[in-house]
């Protein structure tokens, strides 16, 4: 099957040789939304710099710390899925801080153009140049945020990463869906399909600065210290009040069954995550101290993440010491492994922190009834990209709708017509264990669960 | 400082070039003691043995995994002070199964010799030999059973190791302080001093069946899935009742004040530690998923053992398929996950099992009194090994004992001596947060902490 | 040292945070020069298809390797500065074919946009997209080519290595300074600096099809199989006639002396290189496989080239299976080291294949003479980039330059005026190791080594 | 059939659970022979002491470099298959000294056990022991030395590893055939059966020392500077007079083909080997630094190993730095890589160094003649090893020989009787490629190419 797929990729490839871009890739007209967020992460440490850039229309996003010198790295990559860039300079491990900026990013594979962005936009600003001893180093790793959780490929592209990363302040981090936790999700293993985002955490113990950072995007749930699921739409047939992660595992593989967005066909995607993290210091680490720092915290979050470093997630630590301050401060018998263990703990709060609140699901209104002539006036076929539209038509007094392209838009199969049960009078439901509401506004556009990662289609003229 | 040892060490080498092994090192008069230990995990499993062997007199000891048919591995490296053997052919990552056996083994770094022992037995014993296609191939990895934990440097050597092998037998494998565990300690990061030893879990689900073993030797607490620290010689200021692994690094660094035999002069021997373990499944796997199941298994301990990878461990993990099993039985999306997911369950039921029943901490009993003539009775130098001899002595009417070694004996140091406290007509104990009891036997021994870890000291003539 | 730089550094962030880019670095006006060159390997197989771009004021360039199916990847990393995209996920090394293509890059890290550019084509033409299953993954290195070998850091970007992916073509490999070889040296740790360029080689036996292609932009020389230097600028005191390069390392450090346009300033620049290599056949190898043939043809190459993989270097080298033949077709007892040992002598064709001709040295010539006005109409400001201008004046009747940029202009320094001498009635030289010709054109420009790899300056007006 | 055997191997383990070693792998009675060998390299460096241990009856043996303080360690590993000790925690990379002690061996994966040994010996010396700070770190690697080059499975075992160490002096280190290279050979790779060894090589530049040794036992063939053959048994076809490696490439695979005594049966033992060398600087390294050391010199050694790093070789380096001189005593712009240059050169001197006089190959002599009754005399039944017998006979008037035993004796088959052709009163050869002579002694025993690695067998009573 593979194989025959391939003869028409091959065909596919003959065809577009000479061919441009799609018109419906072209992301020239998206609008950077910088630094958006209220919920912060506020710190003291004038070397770290963060900057978050985001396409709403995606949603997607990137993330780019940068420094204000350059940095010592290390990377520690654990999952099944990485993409990364510049990571085999790291390992060489040269004594020398080299690296100017870490960035993450969504948009899988594609979105690591953020990376090398920030490196030439070091370059353009004149910081960096072609000098061996002056390139701008810029590591970096991504999330998988496509597959059936939203309904397009934008991709936080080389003009989001460059404002993003001019953009860049000290002190503040947006904690939740932003950045290059924009269209986060986790628990998926558990087809919990709970929305997710980016953490941080950060600790000053005398001179002694820590931070962690991470965008929690895995197919495992996030777990508090006291063994709960932090976030998951459950199962209805789960019982309700509090749920432990142990219990998901001591009814697995049972607690895993196909939830209502997760038909066979689409079972791979949904279940494509990645977590990348940052921890960083500003004390001075060699490169088997910084290593160790990298191993022993990213071993840590097995306890935030539950499972962690499966083959469907694509996990990346990078560890970075700012080496602003000279040896340890700890009078500890063991200074580096208590350093590792502060962060460590850190990190797990990180994790905790990237919990944004989650999508309500609405509930149809039954005093909520529309004429049929009003029904129509909602019919069309809405387009959200190039593979996704969904035609809305009324079957005898109800509205319906069905999936007419290449993919599914949510509950809305391509298999078969769902009826969409009124909830308001521009609104529409479709119940299940995940929020599908449709809201039709009055510039013909029907937008799929409005709010924070609402997708917005446009009616086919 | 460094250098200046350097320059006694290299006199000592010249010395020593003509000179013989020391005497007390030689280890041929020890009796090897095979698959002990009544509290064992039953598995059905025929292509999967298991044989210990251990010394009484360290005790240390080693466990050797034994094939019915060469099978394949992968190894995952996580701790920062590992041992291991041919390692690096396993990562050439052949799709040939060529694996033997696989040997833990205590008396770090000595203790390799164990693993090269059981492919020379296997050569020995005509199984295999010296044509490429059939040389043995074992591989290991030790723990650090050394330092202030017994009073000797016995370590499992080529004649126990192969005595272990050639007894190797199906379906049984004995859990807690038994072979390679026989002097594992848990929780040193926290003090905790735990004894710990060495765990397994088997599952089968239809054709499909999966064995966790692990020698749980962690500087961090052996946690279950309520978030309570299994075992622990808590600090006399700690709450009792239920304690919680979350609390204790809630209140780090301060959780890992120093206890009652761990003085600065032995601090970083005491934690000193290394997890070593084992998942084996019948299903095949390519090397790329073998891989993964080492990764997300060897992640997921950090749940159980907290905190995990650290410097002070040298944490390794082989995961090894039979191959008797083809394809995935399980009709998930996922079945590859769902395999490393069960088998990190395991896991963590593994090092469950791990903890043997804890040495008693006995009581003075104020009852008890002794002539002055009856306690002279009981002085005397006692040695336990070349390194480490106690003097006891009357000074007026109490007992009292000194360290006379080169190294301390648990609370009886070198710097003082500490008053002994009657418990018996024969024993005394010293009070403090961890077993400190002496038995005075009437063949001039000196018994300390008499039980499955006792160490034995002889009056000097 | 480095703590001053970083500071001014960071005032040069907070500066530009809100600043655009450098008016000079925008490189949207760039004319892309696709598939150029005319000494072309040939090659048949319609799998594997090549796209070379190039930005002929840098110059630098982009080939990309495209294949008209997935295929499978190995990667092998020896050089001390690698640049690299997505080489861990190789790394986890599933048996499925996953990569789409490689791409090979001169603008050190800055060009491994190009890698992430091919990946984004693949997804603007639809032929991949964000499902997990038809994700586009392109995996790249760079080589570096700035410094003082040429005058500005025009690299190769997004646009230029999407235009050359789509030029991609079959059965044609433009040879000698194309594409990623545009401006590539080597020999630099003899000071030789001979151009270099991209070279590739095919071999077809029977049904087994295996070609390398190489990027040879080494520290080292390029040594034919009789051991002689394949290129080099020589010192004036070398013996002339056959170089071999066991004389050079005989004479070694010697050898490597100082050379005319590396004075002490610019010397890390002048040695930093990196060579990057493809090898791909078209018979399926498992992953243990693919890695061996990626191991010992990289090995392999430290004969063509001497020194190799160095600190100075980056080397990275891709192995790739088309997996059109299933089997080794091989009789012999030991086929996979035969196809790697066909491979490896192939890819020392190859890195000889990649020689251009050499840019002749100019000769004044006593006979042209100019009057001091002729002489002051070559005077000027010429520049050649934001950080490199040459400073033409007249001194008495002689015409002088001197950079006055923040670089050197090859021979002509920063430190003092160097003089020029006709060498026709529009050129002028300056005598030494290497090429230094000055062309002065009607329309005000000061072309520096008129040809191949020219660089061309304009008259401040 | 994999599985088949499987099934046999199964049976025999169960067979041999409760049983005792074979009698004829007992090595005890064995006589160490420590230091042998007048040919040698004889250096000033008091740092490095190196001791040579052979069992004559193998012929196999066992190199011990020891050092004067602890030494900074890395290791790259290149071959196909590699046998090793304690490399990963080498890999983890501290920045302390740990290093005890390099030990190279015989006896493929059977002799790490001299590895262990060595860290052992240390111990019982008393100069290391269990405490942490001061266990003893002895890393290390073997060479495959059995197969059809020697007929029995003697290996380097603890006893002579540690007698090795024991032994070991300053200053010599014995060239050719020798320690672990007692039984080494090149250039299976064309049938050239080469008798190979150890070769060193030392250089002093002021304070600045660099040592290389390795232990040549390549499937390639040595080659030297002028691309000369050092050592090759060639095919009767081919070419006399200079044999060029790139001659005997340019022929492959018909180059490859087979030998008088490798016929199919055996052909993938014959092409087994493994080359493992040492580089030592005292030069203080950081661990970016000696790895680079590492990597860049064994890149090197494809040049006098060709080919080099194969699927048949398990090549394995270790670069030591004993950190005596501080910082680099070089003015070079570049001191790191001329380091590294230097030390690739002394590599390749040292693998030059380590061919012995290979072995003669004795013509028949037409007038030697013999009566039925003489050649009856030698007739018999010859036991070489549990494995190893030859069959001799009388038919007609000539002796005949046969292999009687599981395996055959060079070019004495199984298969078929061979003639035996007389070259002396008590000698024979059966002519060929390679040597085959038999010398039949007054006391009963046959030895089979007499000299320096003969192989010895006793007639049966």
Chains 1, 2, 3, 4 share one sequence.
Not at 294 to 303: D, E, K, L, N
Not at 394 to 422: C, D, H, M, Y
Request: charged share 20%.
């Amino acid at each position: 099957m593979i194989v025959r797929r391939s003869l028409l990729i091959a065909l596919a490839i003959t065809a577009t040789l000479s061919g441009a871009a799609h018109a419906a890739d072209d992301q020239s007209s998206l609008q950077p939304v910088l630094n958006a967020g209220d919920n912060v992460l506020k710190f003291d440490w004038p070397a770290v710099s963060v900057g978050t850039g985001e396409y709403e229309e995606g949603p997607t996003g990137v993330t780019v710390f940068r420094f204000d010198r350059r940095v010592h790295a290390a990377v520690d990559v654990r999952g099944g899925g990485p993409g990364t860039v510049n990571t085999d300079y790291l390992r060489i491990g040269y004594e020398v801080p080299e690296v100017d900026s870490v960035v993450f990013s969504g948009g899988s594979w594609y979105g690591l153009e953020s990376t090398t962005a920030v490196a030439t936009a070091l370059k353009d600003d004149d910081i960096r140049d072609g000098i061996w001893t002056n390139l701008a180093l810029s590591v970096g790793a991504i999330i998988y945020d496509f597959g059936d959780r939203r309904l397009n490929e934008i991709y936080p592209d080389k003009r989001l990463a460059q404002a993003a990363a001019r953009a860049a302040r000290t002190g503040m981090f947006p904690l939740g869906a932003r950045g290059a936790g924009r269209m986060a999700k986790t628990g998926h293993i558990f087809d919990c399909g709970a929305y997710s985002g980016q953490g941080g955490a950060f600790k000053q113990i005398g001179d002694l600065k820590i931070a962690a950072f991470t965008v929690v995007n895995a197919v495992g749930v996030v777990t508090d210290r006291e063994g709960r699921v932090a976030a998951c739409y459950r199962d209805k047939d789960w019982p309700q009040g509090e749920l432990k992660t142990a219990e998901l595992f001591g009814a697995f593989p049972a607690s895993s069954k196909q939830g209502a967005w997760r038909p066979m066909a689409q079972k791979l995607d949904a279940k494509r995550n990645t977590t990348v993290s940052l921890v960083i210091t500003n004390q001075k680490l060699d490169r088997a101290r910084l290593e160790r720092l990298a191993t022993q915290v990213h071993s840590s979050m097995g306890r935030a993440l539950q499972p962690f470093a499966t083959e469907l997630d694509g996990d990346v630590l990078y560890a970075v010491s700012t080496a602003e301050l000279e040896g340890p401060v700890d009078e500890s018998p063991t200074p580096n492994v208590d350093l590792d263990i502060i962060a460590s703990e850190l990190m797990w709060d990180a994790v905790l922190a990237s919990i944004p609140p989650q999508q309500q699901i609405k509930q149809p209104d039954p005093n909520v009834t529309f004429t049929t002539a009003q029904l129509r006036s909602f019919a069309g076929d809405y387009v959200f990209s190039p593979n996704v539209s969904v035609r809305v038509t009324v079957e005898g007094n109800k509205l319906v709708a069905q999936a007419s392209g290449a993919r599914p838009a949510f509950a809305i199969r391509k298999e078969n017509t769902v009826e969409l049960l009124p909830a308001s009078k521009t609104e529409f439901v479709v119940p299940g264990r995940y929020p599908t509401t449709l809201s039709f506004t009055e510039k013909g556009k029907l937008v799929l669960n409005p709010g924070h990662w609402q997708q917005v289609g446009s009616r086919k003229k």
